[in-house]
């Protein structure tokens, strides 16, 4: 069935799709960045019908092939330093895929998009579906994805300080993130003046403790 | 003089002075389940925009899952949909079961599909007492928890935990039934059905619910597809999809329900849809108990399956075994599959990547709630501050699964 | 006894001609290989339908594993004499079609076709299982192999069922102790003789044998000869069960908790490549990791302890006199101390040999701001050596201290008495003693570990271990290796000695960007013609051979041990899909 839907699409679209798999029933189309859009126009509003978008998805493949199993395989929740360093970066070292389904016609297709570690942009598909908008900024949050044309592209899940994008695979499991400055606004019940929460004082200034202890520790 | 009193801005007749007023609802508040934030803007009683903020309660599932066995991913997921926790777990493990590429065995499918029905029920009336409770009819709230603590007992007995369940195995589950507890299980159900039509008798034809949720949160069956609605929500916009139906798993082709329908796509209509829903599941665990064949409750491959606890303290066989799938996790050959399964609020599908390692590489969850509460903005534009709460109720967020 | 290292007398095996005499087989090897080396010929076999140009001194085993087949092992080792003892690789060939054979023994030929699947094969790869597993104690939970055990690992792959075989255990002695590093639990071993054979053939100081028979034989040592050998411990590595246990790591970690690194170890200037294992802030254990040119899949037992300095005695905090005032604060007091006397003359700056380049161009750096009239060259004492892995030289990086202050165009003097110095800054202090110090009037140290010289010192910083840090090191022959960050949390205020530099040299107004060992290792290879050019990332992971430094005795850049010395040509990588817990990943196991 959905083999069918493969078919049509090389046959529409012979220069955009890159390649094509099937593992345990789902079939898997590989297109390129930069006919992405019109491929899933297409899926959607022409024959396929593919009308809902499960979900966006993005893989990380730096330690694919890498990842260590065995006896290390749970302490190494750590990528080492020397993993990262000297194992290299395989590229195209993210894809992005989206699952399609059809309600009426009961089929599905993942389209799939390699993307460049130095190049991390691909289209928006937010004109599309409406669905995509969080699905973007998800990815956007978790992988650092820019997606070109959104309308809003801020992180989802993550505040707006976070440093990093969690998962990526290069992203320690146990990273801590730095404090994040407290906002500086007026306190509304005491009135402006010096102490903790007290305007112009961020309450992080004031914690005595913290003086002795070098920044650059805390990360 | 009329003239005169008219131009005065004083005057009584003319208009307010407005402007529009942000107010923020939680992230903690009554009415917002789980831990989320909406900063609604008022232009008066009307809401203007409304911009969830989620991330409050986001626990980083994909990453740690991807840092745990393939076994001990499966805590996690029952923190997802906290309230049906064992349709994550089914969800889950038939995604790892399609790449492996096996079959659980068939009374391990029964007993699945036997306690995830039960846990749909839960959640279901988890939302309808919830809607309930905030809307003033408190009433209701307590027979649903009635009912609920009823099913969570017999869950309680099945899994030792009432929602912290980690039932399902890969390869089947965690524990036959115990001795008695079908008996039990169709001893508690009249009084579940009973609470459930108190509820239907106390607000299907309530004059104050109907007025409030009748025609409120409406959204048509194709732009609720775009929105990428699944379960329930789609379902009252008359739109038929349901994966138990559409693409049966489990032995759900061997079952005998229905799928209703709603025809306005409104929150009446997903409450209503809700209820019925509940005695659909019904029929479905009827029909489970008296189907449901003797034999193993998960297969006898040690590559997959714990050994049993016989030979992991007796023989040096099981102890290796055992040691292998724990300490290092089964080896699950590479390969990247999207498995969806009939969650409580949807469609539950989990995207899972494997390298052929004891670990999982990549997973990500299509959470139902999530597209879901991603078009409130557009359910609630327009609709005064007070339809919030209904709104927000029928489409059932659940914080742990939207914000992983 | 002859030394280790060098060729035998004689084979020590008594395995039969037909093996040995067609060269390049380990045993063989080794009375062959210097004099006249066999001629390696390219030959075509097919393993599993896959054709492969295998080397025809390759036996099955070796062959399968180029094409990523992997026939399972437990006696066989790549680089000792076959004994064809657990009879887990027998396979089917078409030389002998219907029957097995052992893959570690059949040499391959031309056309050969090797096949791995057949039913009879996989029956006996489970039978094998079966048999090995008999009276194998119920000992996972309290066994330190578990987690990195052969028959944990083939079990799974090729057997994973009950046992067909209900019968009592043999008890053995379980608690025999071998040496000073060594451990026997008898009950455990399957005779595969891999430690018999190490020590006959590499250590060559034949301690162990195979004694009692059948069922109840078990491995021993000669009476009043426990196991002293300076390389013991490999006998461990190779165990593929839990026979033999390194007393020094027994029960202390779970080997799945432990992250695994590669480094270089400081025990002397040999530079023997080993991983690092570590969780939090400890390290576990030393395991050698494979270096043709260095050591092989070798270590001595001296370098598997130099760990412990890492672990033990640490300057913790950064201290001013006996405070601990955090590295803000001693930093501040230090530049204080400094400023005074800095360009004044009369400043001394000594570097450990056991500093890497990058602390040590970080000290000379710090130096050349300070005007410092006299650099010192301390380190360990020499100690005992021998022909194999242990050099005299108990310091790292004696070379590449020296070669940093030649690029800096500064002497180095031995650590005598001080004359005419005011201040003396130390990075690291091992060998220097507090006579020497006794006339500074400015002691500032960066040191690792607590003696009688950080107790004096009105500053103390702490340093990284170079376990714990990023670095290179040169060992005595000239050959540039590069050591990782292995361990991954934080000890208390430790910072890497560039780190130090870099603040102290903030302090001192004259700012240097030393953020990572990259760029120190850059202010070093700007000024060190050897280096000219070479970046830290480009720096490959068995090391690089600095020509100009090379002794006049390796004239023809032969390395020590020399290469298949004692080996046959192991497979120099590891095929994709290959457990990396293998011979073939360069691990010793």
């Known amino acids: 069935m959905s083999q069918a839907l493969v078919d049509l699409l090389r046959e529409k679209f012979p220069d955009a799709v890159l390649s094509s798999a099937s593992h345990r029933g789902d079939e898997v189309v590989a297109v390129t960045r930069e006919k992405l859009v019109e491929v899933i126009a297409f899926l959607r509003n022409d024959k396929p019908d593919l009308k809902l978008l499960r979900d966006i998805v993005a893989v990380d493949m730096l330690t694919y092939k890498t990842e260590m199993t065995g006896g290390g395989s749970i302490s190494s929740n750590e990528v080492s330093a020397y993993s990262i360093a000297h194992k290299g970066t395989p590229e195209p070292r993210y894809y992005v895929a989206y699952n399609l389904y059809s309600i009426n016609k009961k089929h599905s297709l993942r389209i799939r998009v390699d993307l460049k570690s130095t190049d991390l942009k691909i289209p928006s598909i937010t004109s599309l579906y409406k669905t995509s908008d969080w699905w973007e900024r998800y990815l956007f949050d978790m992988f650092g994805i820019v997606f070109e044309g959104h309308p809003n592209l801020q992180r989802l899940l993550m505040y707006p300080e976070f440093v990093g994008h969690p998962l990526r695979k290069d992203y320690p499991v146990r990273k801590r993130q730095p404090l994040v400055q407290e906002q500086d606004f007026p306190d509304l019940v005491r009135g402006p003046g010096p102490g903790p929460g007290g305007a112009g004082v961020p309450m992080s200034q004031t914690h005595v403790g913290r003086q002795n202890v070098d920044p650059n520790t805390y990360d | 003089m009329t003239e005169q009193l008219d131009s005065d801005p004083l005057s009584l007749e003319s208009d307010l002075p407005t402007s529009l007023m942000t107010i923020n609802l939680g992230p903690s508040h009554p009415a917002m389940h789980g831990t989320v934030r909406l900063a609604v803007t008022l232009d008066g009683e009307t809401i203007v925009e409304a911009i969830p903020e989620i991330g409050f309660l986001h626990r980083g599932f994909s990453k740690s899952s991807e840092n745990a066995t393939w076994h001990q991913v499966l805590p996690y997921t029952d923190r997802l949909n906290y309230v049906s926790p064992i349709l994550n777990n089914v969800g889950y493990i038939m995604g790892v079961e399609k790449l492996i590429g096996i079959k659980d065995t068939e009374r391990s499918q029964y007993l699945r599909v036997l306690a995830g029905e039960i846990s749909r029920i839960c959640d279901h009336l988890t939302c309808v007492g919830a809607i309930g409770l905030e809307l003033g009819a408190f009433t209701v709230f307590l027979y649903a928890i009635e009912a609920r603590e009823l099913l969570w007992d017999r869950i309680a007995e099945l899994c030792g935990a009432r929602v912290t369940t980690s039932w399902t195995r890969i390869g089947g589950v965690a524990t036959d039934l115990p001795p008695g507890w079908e008996q039990k299980l169709r001893d508690c159900f009249p009084r579940v059905l009973e609470l459930t039509n108190e509820i239907d008798v106390l607000l299907t034809r309530n004059r104050i619910f109907v007025d409030r949720t009748r025609d409120v949160g409406v959204i048509s069956g194709e732009e609720a597809v775009d929105w990428g609605f699944t379960g329930p929500c789609l379902r009252a916009c008359g739109v038929n999809y349901d994966v138990r139906k559409a693409h049966p798993y489990l032995v759900y082709d061997r079952m005998d329900f229905e799928v209703p329908l709603g025809s306005r796509g409104d929150t009446y209509d997903r409450y209503v849809l809700r209820l019925e829903e509940i005695r659909q599941s019904h029929r479905i665990v009827m029909q489970c108990l008296e189907q449901m064949p003797p034999g193993p409750i998960i297969i006898d491959d040690w590559r997959y399956a714990l050994p049993p606890k016989k030979e992991v303290f007796g023989s040096i066989e099981g102890v290796m075994a055992h040691f292998k799938l724990i300490m290092e996790g089964m080896q699950v050959p590479a390969g990247e599959v999207y498995v969806y399964t009939e969650g409580a609020n949807g469609e539950l599908g989990f995207h899972i990547v494997s390298n052929g390692k004891g670990k999982p590489y990549a997973i990500q969850v299509r959470a139902p709630g999530f597209p879901i509460l991603a078009s409130l903005p557009r359910l609630i534009k327009g609709r005064p501050v007070a339809d919030l709460i209904p709104i927000f109720d029928s489409i059932n967020m659940i914080g742990g699964e939207v914000e992983q | ?589």
């Open chain 3, 1 to 589: 006894m002859s030394q280790p290292g060098s060729p035998p007398a004689a084979s020590p095996t008594g395995h039969s001609g037909a093996v040995n005499t067609a060269g390049g087989q380990p045993g063989a090897a080794q009375g062959q290989a210097h004099n006249t080396p066999a001629v390696p010929k390219m030959v075509k076999v097919l393993v599993d339908g896959v054709e492969v140009e295998a080397d025809s001194r390759d036996n099955l085993i070796e062959a399968a594993r180029r094409v990523g087949v992997a026939i399972p092992y437990f006696c066989y080792h790549p680089r000792l004499s076959i004994a064809g003892q657990c009879r887990m690789c027998l396979v089917e060939t078409s030389d002998a079609p219907g029957r097995l054979v052992p893959g570690c023994q059949v040499r391959v030929k031309e056309g050969l076709k090797i096949v791995t699947t057949t039913p009879a094969v996989k029956d006996n790869q489970r039978g094998s299982m079966e048999f090995h597993l008999i009276n194998h104690p119920v000992d996972c939970a309290i066994c330190d192999q578990s987690g990195e055990c052969k028959l944990q690992d083939y079990y799974m792959e090729y057997d994973h069922q009950p046992s067909r075989i209900r019968t009592y255990k043999l008890n053995k002695p379980k608690r025999e102790e071998f040496g000073p590093m060594v451990v026997y639990d008898a009950e455990r071993c399957i005779m595969c003789t891999r430690c018999v054979r190490f020590m006959d053939e590499i250590a060559q100081e034949p301690q162990l044998a195979v004694v009692q028979r059948g069922s109840h034989s078990l491995i021993s040592t000669f009476p009043g000869q426990p196991l002293d050998s300076a390389y013991s411990g490999n006998t461990v590595d190779i165990c593929p069960v839990g026979a033999l246990l390194n007393r020094d790591f027994r029960f202390q970690s779970r080997v799945w908790f432990v992250n695994k690194s590669p480094a270089i170890c400081t025990g002397c200037s040999n530079g023997c490549n080993v991983y690092a294992e570590s969780r939090g802030d400890q390290l576990y254990r030393l395991l050698p990791r494979r270096n043709e040119e260095v050591n092989q899949v070798w270590m001595c037992d001296e370098g598997r302890l130099t760990y412990h300095a890492t672990n033990e005695k640490r300057v913790e905090w950064a201290r001013s006199g006996e405070d601990a005032v955090g590295p803000r604060i001693a930093i501040e007091r230090a530049v204080e101390l400094l400023k005074p006397v800095a360009g004044q003359g009369g400043i001394a700056i000594s570097i450990s040999a056991q500093c890497t380049n990058e602390e040590a161009t970080a000290a000379l750096l710090l130096g050349a701001r300070l005007k410092a009239s006299k650099y010192v060259l301390s380190g360990k004492p020499a100690g005992g050596s021998d022909e194999f892995l242990i050099r005299a030289d108990k310091n790292p990086n004696t070379n590449g201290v020296k070669l940093a202050a030649a690029a800096f165009g500064v002497k180095l003097e031995e650590p005598s008495a001080l004359q005419g110095v005011k201040a003396v800054i130390a990075f690291r202090t091992d060998g220097l003693t507090a006579q020497f110090v006794q006339t500074a009037e400015i002691l500032i140290v960066i040191a690792q570990n607590e003696d009688e010289v950080t107790a004096r010192a009105q500053i103390a910083l702490p340093i990284k271990s170079v376990y714990e840090q990023e670095g290179t090191l040169i060992n005595y022959y000239g050959r540039l290796q590069r050591s990782w960050e292995s361990v991954q949390a934080q000890r208390a205020d430790t910072a890497a000695g560039w780190t130090w530099a870099e603040r102290l040299l903030t302090g001192l107004g004259s700012p240097v960007s030393l953020s990572h060992a990259g760029e120190a290792f850059d202010q070093l290879a700007q000024r060190a013609p050897e280096l000219s050019g070479l970046k830290l990332a480009e720096i490959p992971d068995d090391g690089l051979v600095l020509e100009s430094l090379l002794p006049a005795s390796f004239a023809a850049r032969a390395p020590h041990p020399q290469a298949g010395a004692h080996s046959i040509r192991g497979p120099q990588t590891t095929p994709p899909g290959m457990k990396v817990s293998d011979e073939a990943s360069g691990a010793s196991r």
